[in-house]
């Protein structure tokens, strides 16, 4: 009798190879995807993983040994061919003409004075010194040899520059102005303090920053978009000048609109284009149009415009190159006509330091945001250059509104992990989180309310200081009865730059 149980051993074995098989191909990608889901909960929050990294480099700096730092301070900015020994003329000295010393009583057989040529003198440049400091710093942190010193900025002192600058994520122009200054007269105590403020500002505004969401950062003059919990792209922006800073806000993009108009905001009309009119007759603007009383003015000049309250007038740029606000306008919530926009100035973008506007946010790249926020709403960069094309206005609401925050962090990490320091650009910056559920008008108006940050020692600014905020506008003189204005147009509340 033939016995079975060995062939049936040899095929349950082969059944059961071949199910490992399987189960092993059908389990990898189930492991794979686990094993990513455990790493990616292992990580931090992004916010957090930030001051982090911020905390880590403060301790980095605050163990190094102590180093000799030069101090080169406030002064001219100094580039390539400053310093050193110059050459410097000695005009001719002014003889009387022969006529007249001819007729000038003289010694006899004294001939008559021969004017003396110019005398080319070498002296030692006023920039001289400033140029010493600079590359003795240099030498300090190492980006010029120390046999290199000299106080002539030549190729070499250039070329150390740069590599600062790059390393600083500075313009690299090779020129010491007052950004690259400030970054080399910064002390390592300074850094650690700007780099704990900055992460205690984010611990504290960690919570209210959701995984989606445009984050505005004030020192680094930049704008972020985060998607699901990490950076999708950072670019450069411009943001309020001291005298007009922009608030910190919690808000949110519920449109966009391509091809804006521009209408003129009330303070930059009563303190800058009102003047303009009252003295030119004209408010500078391309392509606006001047509405008194609600109706538009053809012309101008034929207005006495130092009688006219600022209430009675609105002043509109239509869309197009010159626009103010550039091809797009990010709508926000705010009640302080606050918003993103282009620009039609982006020369603006090269420099260092970009507080310049009258508080909104001018984006380097906005037709990037613009596309990326609006493929939500089913439109394709195609569409999106066929409505550019017309020169009409059209906005377009997103179907999910994008959450905007506000922060000032002086410290922040880039997309390759470098870890930046950025120096306060308002004399009195803004200390206080804002806080989760809380509006961002209710913020700008009641900033007592919001939870405060961990006071932390923070060094002044190095620059000069800034200039003291705009007053409010006095009220307006009382007309006559004879020039009682009417009433006017209600003023649309995104009105910013």
């Known amino acids: 009798m033939h016995d079975l149980r060995r062939p049936m051993s040899r095929r349950s074995a082969a059944f059961c190879l071949v199910g ?60 390539k061919g400053d310093g050193g020994m110059v050459e410097g003329v000695a005009p001719a000295m002014d003889v009387p003409p022969a006529d007249v010393q001819a007729q000038a009583p003289t010694l006899p057989g004294l001939a008559p ?8 003198i070498t002296v030692r440049s006023p920039l001289a010194d400033r140029v010493g400091k600079v590359s003795r710093r240099l030498i300090e942190l190492g980006y010029l040899p120390a046999d290199k010193w000299t106080d002539s900025f030549n190729d070499d002192v250039e070329v150390a520059v740069r590599a600062f600058q790059l390393a600083e994520g500075l313009q690299p122009d090779g020129k010491v102005g007052e950004v690259t200054r400030q970054a ?53 922006a411009v943001v309020g000048r001291p005298s007009r800073k922009t608030p910190l806000l919690q808000d949110k993009v519920t449109s966009v609109t391509i091809n804006p108009t521009w209408t003129v905001p009330p303070t930059v009309l009563s303190e800058d284009k009102l003047p303009a009119l009252r003295k030119k007759g004209t408010t500078g603007i391309k392509n606006a149009a001047v509405y008194l009383d ?12 130092w009688s006219v309250d600022p209430g009675r007038v609105r002043i509109v740029q239509k869309p197009g190159d010159d626009n103010a606000l550039g091809r797009f306008r990010f709508n926000l919530t705010n009640g302080d ?14 420099r260092d330091l970009r507080a310049a506007s009258s508080g909104c946010v001018r984006l380097e790249d906005a037709r990037m945001m613009a596309e990326t926020l609006l493929g939500a709403a089913k439109m394709t960069p195609a569409s999106i250059g066929q409505q550019l094309d017309t020169g009409e206005t059209k906005t377009i609401r997103l179907p999910n509104a994008i959450p905007v925050r506000f922060v000032y962090w002086n410290a922040s990490v880039d997309t390759a992990g470098v870890v930046r320091v950025h120096p306060d650009i308002y004399e009195d910056p803004p200390t206080l989180a804002t ?14 309310a919001a939870n405060p940050v961990t006071p932390v020692s923070a060094p002044r600014p190095l620059s000069k200081p800034a200039p003291l905020p705009v007053p409010a506008a006095h009220a307006p003189t009382p007309l006559s009865s004879a020039s009682t204005p009417a009433p006017a147009k209600p003023l649309p509340t995104a009105t910013g730059m």
């Open 20 to 79: 490992g098989l399987v189960g092993v191909v059908l389990s990898g990608p189930v492991l794979a995807a686990a094993a990513k889901e455990a790493a990616h909960a292992a990580k931090p929050p992004l916010v957090a993983g930030w001051a982090a990294a911020l905390e880590q480099r403060a301790q980095e700096i605050q163990n190094a040994p102590k180093a000799p730092a030069t101090r080169i301070g406030y002064g001219a900015v100094v580039k």
């Open 113 to 120: 004075v021969e004017p003396a040529p110019p005398v080319v």
């Open 184 to 236: 080399l007269d910064r002390t390592p105590a300074q850094t650690v303090a700007l780099l704990r403020r900055a992460a205690a500002a984010m611990r504290a505004q960690q919570a209210s920053i959701p995984d989606t969401t445009i984050l505005v950062n004030l020192p680094g003059q930049s704008v972020t978009l985060i998607e699901h919990g990490r950076p999708s792209f950072t670019m450069r």
């Open 294 to 305: 609600g109706s538009e003015v053809a012309n101008t000049q034929s207005v006495n415009w």
């Open 337 to 350: 006509g606050i918003f993103l926009h282009g620009t039609n100035d982006p020369k603006l973008f090269s």
């Open 435 to 448: 806080p989760s559920g809380q509006s961002g008008a209710a913020m700008s108006a009641n900033p007592a």
